[in-house]
C-alpha cells in the first residue's frame, strides 16, 4: 500500500507540473486538481498508512484501502477528461496562450461599488468581532453554529471582502509591482488577524491562493524550483493556521504534551484528512444507505432560515458524522462539530459507485460558473475567473458540499455587483509589460 499510495501522490504533483510547463497556469483547473488530490487523496493518507495512530475512526483492511483509492482515481480521471473536453483542452498540446497586455481596469462606477460593499462588510465583520467579545473566546469559538445561528449568511458574505480588495489591489497599483505587493502585504496582515478571530481561517488561505493564481495565470512562466517554492510555502501557510486554529478552539483549556512531529500529523489530517471519510464508508458500506443526493439538495435548502424551516436536511458533515457517532450532530445543540466530507467522498455517500456520475456534473458546474468571467483581460474578471478555479478545484477537494456551495455563492455576488456596476461604462484601459 506504501509503494501505491506514494506512486499516485508523485504522479499527481508530476502531471501537474506537466501541465503548468507545457501550457502555464491560463487552464489553471487541471494542475491545481493534480496538486489538491495528489495531496488530499494519496500522500495524507500514505502518512495515516505509516502511522496508524493518526486514523480517527478505525484501522482499514486491504480492501477498503484498494476499492477507495480507485474509487478517487477514477472520479479524478473522469473528472479531467470531461474538463477537456469541455474546455476544448488537449492534454498534451505545448501552446500557451497570448496575453494582450492593455488591460481593462475597473472605472469610477465599479470603483465606487467595491468601496462602497467593502465598508459593508467591514462593518458586518467589526459587529461580529464585538459579538464575539462578549463571550469566552475559546467557548465562543466552538459554538458559534448555535450562538450566532441565523448570521451565517450575512458573515459568509463579508468574508469576500478579500476578493473586492484583490481587485482595488491591482487597481491602485499597477503597473507599479512594488506598489502591489506592499498592498498585498497590508492587506493579507489584516486578514490573517481578522479572519482568524472569527474562527474563519479559510478566508486568509483563499486571500494567499487566489493571489497566486492571478499572479501565475497573467503575469509569468514559472521554473520547476519557483513551482516547488510555492507548494512548500502553501503547504507551511495551510500548516500554520491550522495549527492555530487546532489550539485556538482549546483556549481555556490545558494544552500539554506538545511534540511538533505528532501534531503536525495530527493537524493535517483534521484539516485534509477527507480521504479517511471515503474509507470509512468503504469499510462499512454494508452499515448505511446511499442519501441519493440528500446532501447535495441541502445545499440549495440551506438559504432558507432553520428557524423557518427547523427540518431542513443537512448537509454532508453532519451526515456523515451521524454515521460514524449516532447522534452526535443535532440542530440546537452545543459543541457542535462535523466532519468535512470533499467532494469525492460526499458523492460516494450519496450514490456509492454511481456516484462517479457527479464528476462529470462537477466539470460542467465548474465550465458554467468560469464562463461568466470570460473578459481574459479585464481585472474584475481575472480575480472571479482566479477565485473560482480554486474554488472548484482545491476548495471543493476538502469542504463539505453544502457549506462549499453557500460559501462560493456569498462569496463572489459582491464581485457580480461591481462587475455589473462597472459595465454602466467603458472600463479604463491601461498598458502592462511584462
Not at 219 to 227: A, P, T, V
Not at 298 to 319: H, L, M, Q, T, Y
Not at 377 to 400: A, C, M, P, R
Request: proline share 3%; net charge positive.
Amino acid at each position: 500500500m506504501i509503494i501505491i499510495y506514494l506512486f499516485f501522490g508523485l504522479v499527481c504533483l508530476l502531471a501537474a507540473w506537466f501541465l503548468i510547463k507545457s501550457r502555464g497556469l491560463s487552464n489553471g483547473a487541471l494542475p491545481i486538481i493534480f496538486i489538491s488530490v495528489g495531496a488530499i487523496h494519496y500522500l495524507i493518507p500514505l502518512s495515516q498508512y505509516l502511522d496508524p495512530s493518526n486514523y480517527r475512526f478505525a484501522i482499514y483492511s486491504f480492501n477498503a484501502h484498494i476499492e477507495s483509492l480507485l474509487y478517487a482515481s477514477l472520479y479524478i480521471f473522469i473528472l479531467v477528461l470531461s474538463i477537456s473536453f469541455l474546455s476544448n483542452i488537449n492534454l498534451f498540446s505545448s501552446s500557451k496562450p497570448s496575453f494582450n497586455q492593455n488591460f481593462e481596469f475597473p472605472n469610477n462606477f465599479g470603483r465606487g461599488a467595491a468601496i462602497a460593499i467593502i465598508s459593508i462588510q467591514l462593518l458586518v465583520i467589526f459587529f461580529y468581532l464585538s459579538l464575539l467579545s462578549s463571550y469566552d473566546v475559546g467557548d465562543a469559538l466552538r459554538n458559534r453554529i448555535e450562538l450566532f445561528r441565523g448570521l451565517g449568511g450575512i458573515v459568509t458574505f463579508s468574508q469576500g471582502l478579500p476578493i473586492l480588495a484583490l481587485v482595488l489591489c491591482l487597481t491602485y497599483s499597477l503597473p507599479n509591482y512594488r506598489k502591489l505587493i506592499l498592498y498585498l502585504i497590508f492587506y493579507g496582515i489584516f486578514f490573517l488577524i481578522v479572519y482568524s478571530l472569527m474562527g474563519s481561517r479559510n478566508t486568509f488561505i483563499i486571500f494567499v491562493l487566489t493571489a497566486f493564481l492571478i499572479r501565475f495565470i497573467v503575469f509569468k512562466d514559472i521554473s520547476f524550483l519557483e513551482y516547488s517554492f510555492y507548494i512548500l510555502l502553501a503547504f507551511i501557510t495551510i500548516l500554520v493556521l491550522s495549527l492555530i486554529g487546532y489550539y485556538r478552539i482549546r483556549l481555556g483549556g490545558e494544552v500539554s504534551g506538545f511534540v511538533f512531529g505528532e501534531e503536525v500529523n495530527q493537524v493535517m489530517v483534521n484539516s485534509f484528512g477527507n480521504h479517511e471519510i471515503l474509507l470509512w464508508l468503504v469499510e462499512n458500506k454494508n452499515d448505511w444507505e446511499a442519501k441519493d443526493g440528500g446532501t447535495f439538495a441541502a445545499s440549495v435548502a440551506n438559504f432558507v432560515p432553520r428557524a423557518i424551516w427547523p427540518d431542513k436536511p443537512f448537509g454532508g458533515g453532519p451526515e456523515i458524522t451521524n454515521l460514524i457517532y449516532p447522534g452526535k450532530y443535532y440542530s440546537g445543540g452545543f459543541n457542535l462539530t462535523s466532519f468535512t466530507t470533499g467532494i469525492i467522498a460526499e458523492s460516494y455517500l450519496n450514490f456509492k459507485w454511481l456516484g462517479l456520475i457527479v464528476a462529470p456534473m462537477h466539470a460542467l458546474f465548474a465550465k458554467i460558473c468560469l464562463s461568466y468571467w470570460n473578459r481574459k483581460n479585464s481585472i474584475i474578471d481575472i480575480v472571479g475567473h482566479s477565485f473560482t478555479i480554486l474554488s472548484f478545484t482545491f476548495l471543493i477537494f476538502y469542504s463539505e458540499f453544502l457549506g462549499w456551495f453557500a460559501r462560493y455563492f456569498l462569496m463572489i455576488a459582491p464581485l457580480v455587483l461591481v462587475k455589473l456596476f462597472d459595465r454602466v461604462k467603458h472600463p479604463i484601459v491601461k498598458q502592462i509589460n511584462f
